[in-house]
């Protein structure tokens, strides 16, 4: 699965802010490590005057900023006026260079061919501070509260949230540290992500979470998922739809769902609970366990991953499995003629749907149950 960054127009040209943060977020990021999660702590708090913005059908928004959150609610009709709210906070126990910092940091909103471009104003100015305003543990953050009939928005953040609530239309999100939290979204929802947390609920439209190590909850899509996450877990409840899933270290877990999926597992496991259409995949090492409703479509190649595929008691599915190295377990009778041969190619008993599961491995266990 390839994972295609989304832009908002190729026509938007973004001043030298956006170049200088995401140089800094690479350099802080391999010379430092990722920066601490954000907790709630004592800070000093200056709220801004609310920002009437005339954002029409055809506009977009891009908020850029280093460390703070951004929250979208959607608006209930698209007369309802724009609203912007912005605060910002630091630490009591910041510094003195950064309380200085707190003093000058504002914002600024310009617009670029048809986006609004929302960043921090006073700031550092160069390559070296922005590194060392990300190091720092203490800095000031900017807050955005977002209420507006739904458009595009991008945002990029280096550490904090991102909320979206009721947001209709396709909404980027790039974080290196932090949480990302949408609900009842509609859209394209994309998410690129280091560390923290993805949590989406009750989205129409498809979703693509790529992730190094956070934790990834997905429920209640009515769309094309598809999660690429190297070592934290993730978890997909009553999705309706295509799903995508590649696992290096980390686990998988996904339970009610239909339509058809493709996966690719090196080490972690990947567990499907009562999925219902095709499913093809590739394992190395982690355990993949199946359970199937329906008529079982179910292809599988392995190496040395352990796979089990459960099917409805009644099934009658035709099987064909293969292991080079490993073992068979299937239901009797059929176990009792095996006599250790480790290839298996016939139907089952039942009388239910027919179908087929196809098991390929170099010297894994495969497992039938009923």
Do not use: C
């Not at 027919?354 to 039938?368: A, D, M, Q």
């Amino acid at each position: 699965m390839k994972f295609v960054k989304h832009r908002l127009a190729s026509s938007l040209s973004l001043r030298p802010f956006r170049r200088i943060l995401f140089k800094a977020l690479v350099t802080a990021v391999s010379s430092a490590g990722l920066a601490a999660p954000l907790h709630k702590v004592e800070a000093k708090e200056a709220r801004y005057k609310d920002y009437p913005l005339e954002i029409g059908a055809s506009d977009q928004v891009v908020f850029q900023l280093v460390r703070g959150s951004v929250k979208l609610v959607g608006a209930s009709s698209a007369d309802d006026p724009v609203v912007l709210r912005a605060r910002k906070t630091v630490r009591n126990s910041a510094s003195e260079s950064e309380l200085a910092e707190f003093e000058r940091l504002s914002f600024s909103v310009r617009r670029v061919g048809s986006a609004f471009v929302i960043e921090p104003k006073g700031g550092p100015e160069d390559r070296s501070t922005w590194s060392a305003a990300l190091e720092s543990s203490g800095g000031p953050e900017l807050h955005f509260e977002l209420v507006a009939p739904s458009v595009p928005v991008e945002v990029s953040i280096h550490s904090g949230d991102v909320q979206a609530q009721d947001w209709k239309e396709n909404l980027l999100v790039t974080v290196v540290n932090g949480k990302v939290n949408s609900k009842a979204g509609g859209g394209t929802l994309k998410v690129q992500i280091q560390r923290g947390e993805v949590r989406v609920e009750e989205h129409r439209g498809n979703v693509t979470i790529d992730s190094y190590a956070a934790k990834v909850a997905v429920s209640s899509v009515r769309g094309d998922v598809a999660v690429s996450n190297f070592a934290g877990d993730s978890v997909l409840t009553e999705i309706k739809g295509h799903l995508n899933l590649i696992g290096t270290s980390g686990a998988m877990n996904i339970t009610k769902s239909s339509g058809s999926a493709d996966f690719s597992v090196a080490r972690g496991a990947l567990a499907m609970t009562g999925f219902e259409g095709p499913i093809k995949g590739f394992a190395a090492q982690g355990a993949v366990t199946i359970a199937v409703l329906g008529q079982a479509d179910v292809q599988i190649v392995a190496e040395q991953a352990p796979v089990t595929v459960k099917l409805p008691s009644n099934s009658g599915a035709r099987l064909n499995l293969q292991t080079d190295e490993g073992f068979l377990r299937l239901p009797d009778p059929i176990q009792r003629t095996l006599a250790g041969a480790r290839r298996y190619s016939g139907y089952l008993q039942g009388t239910g749907d027919r179908g087929g599961v196809s098991v390929k491995s170099k010297s894994g266990l495969i497992r039938v149950q009923l």
